[in-house]
């Protein structure tokens, strides 16, 4: 018999071991209740949402420097941990998590969310392609904010290449229900690879279900696949300030830009 493959997300902490956390998800989340610092100490914060294509393009790393400092949230894609990448996190960020699409010897590869707090949760996500047999990665993340709102950032990279929606759908369902049981402002971003009709169809059914809002962006320079937009970031319990969307050469994607206000809703 196939023995299953753990999904489980590697939290970087500079300074510290590197710890794995494991799904463990019922009927409720269950957050740690204890003292957190803040994502942010003002009403609001700078989230950056990027296919990182692996680190394989010149520029990456100064495009995350030019953004770090400012930015409390970033939500990356294809994510390649080497060395660089890690200096960057330690040197910029309280800590990063990441759910391993698949690993190699010296490196892994997935989404990564990189915080200016900790999490008081962390769910990470794992769904195998049906047609080439490697996974898509996705990471469900609550942080304590400004007047203890906790916010829920979904990082996810949807599955490429797959007959039909059932499986787009399939992979969307545990998100579903982990937003279904939050009570809070939420952010869910990321590569959807919305490159069909029906995938655009799909989405934009889930997030209406979900009643998640899309940002929309003044200039849109959002990389495009048969015409449609890859890359989307939705929210609930929010007041959006400011969108762009970052043109350059370091990705195939493009990065895309937001600034949030939190709202007032709490956690019962």
Not at 138 to 160: D, F, R, S
């Amino acid at each position: 018999m196939l023995k299953t493959k753990k999904t489980y997300a590697i939290r970087y902490v500079n300074g510290q071991p590197v710890k794995h956390i494991v799904s463990d998800f019922n009927s409720q989340p269950k957050y740690s209740r204890i003292p957190k610092l803040p994502l942010t100490i003002t009403k609001t914060f700078r989230v950056m949402v990027w296919n990182i294509l692996k680190q394989q393009r010149k520029g990456w790393l100064s495009v995350l420097k030019k953004n770090g400092e400012n930015t409390q949230l970033m939500l990356l894609q294809e994510v390649k941990t080497n060395r660089e990448m890690l200096d960057f996190v330690a040197s910029y960020y309280l800590t990063a998590d990441q759910v391993p699409a698949f690993s190699l010897p010296k490196h892994s590869y997935g989404v990564m969310t990189l915080s200016s707090a900790f999490p008081v949760y962390c769910y990470p996500l794992r769904t195998r392609e049906p047609l080439l047999g490697f996974s898509k990665s996705a990471l469900i993340t609550v942080y304590p904010t400004y007047k203890e709102n906790l916010l829920m950032v979904i990082n996810i990279h949807a599955i490429n290449f797959s007959l039909g929606i059932e499986n787009y759908n399939q992979q969307l369902e545990p998100i579903g229900k982990q937003i279904a049981a939050h009570k809070g402002p939420v952010i869910l971003a990321g590569d959807f690879n919305t490159w069909s009709k029906k995938r655009v169809k799909a989405l934009k059914a889930f997030t209406q279900n979900m009643n998640l809002e899309e940002v929309s962006f003044p200039v849109d320079n959002r990389s495009l696949v048969f015409g449609r937009p890859l890359d989307f970031i939705f929210f609930r319990g929010l007041n959006l300030i400011h969108s762009s969307v970052l043109a350059t050469q370091a990705s195939d994607h493009n990065p895309l830009l937001v600034q949030f206000d939190v709202s007032s809703n709490t956690i019962d």
